[in-house]
C-alpha cells in the first residue's frame, strides 16, 4: 500500500510558477511509476505528466510541454510538478498517483495507475 499527499497548490497570477509536491509513504523509485493528473471545473480528469519507474523517461501532454516538468527526489520519496508560466486553463485540482504496470504512452491513462493522493487545488488568475 501506498499513500500519496500532494501539496503545494494555491493561487497565482497568470504568468507565474509554482511547484506541487508529492509525498509517498513507502519507497516509490523502483517499482512505480508516476504520475500527476488534473481536474479543471466541469471537466473530466486529463494527464499532465508522468515519470517511469526508471526514472529515466519523461512524459507531458501537449498543453504543458515546455511548461511544466516532473521530477523525483528519491531520498525523500517526493515527486514535484514544477509549473513555470502559468494559464488560467491550468486551473484545477491537480492529483499525483503511483503504479506498477504501464510503460511508454500508457502511462497518460490514468486506469495504469493503483494509488491516488487526494489532490492539491491550484488557482490561477488572469
Known amino acids: 500500500q501506498v499513500q500519496l499527499v500532494e501539496s503545494g497548490g494555491g493561487l497565482v497570477q497568470a504568468g507565474g510558477s509554482q511547484r506541487l509536491s508529492c509525498a509517498a509513504s513507502?519507497?516509490?523509485?523502483?517499482?512505480?511509476?508516476m504520475g500527476w493528473f488534473r481536474r479543471a471545473p466541469g471537466k473530466d480528469r486529463e494527464f499532465v505528466a508522468a515519470l517511469s519507474r526508471s526514472g529515466g523517461s519523461t512524459y507531458y501532454s501537449e498543453s504543458v510541454k515546455g511548461r511544466f516538468t516532473i521530477s523525483r527526489d528519491n531520498a525523500r520519496n517526493t515527486v514535484y510538478l514544477q509549473m513555470n508560466n502559468l494559464k488560467p486553463e491550468d486551473t484545477g485540482v491537480y492529483y499525483c498517483?503511483?503504479?506498477?504496470?504501464?510503460?511508454?504512452?500508457?502511462?497518460?491513462?490514468?486506469?495504469?495507475?493503483?494509488?491516488w493522493g487526494q489532490g492539491t487545488q491550484v488557482t490561477v488568475s488572469s
Open positions: 498517483a503511483a503504479g506498477r504496470v504501464g510503460t511508454g504512452p500508457s502511462l497518460s491513462i490514468a486506469s495504469e495507475y493503483d494509488y
Open positions: 513507502a519507497r516509490t523509485f523502483p517499482p512505480y511509476n
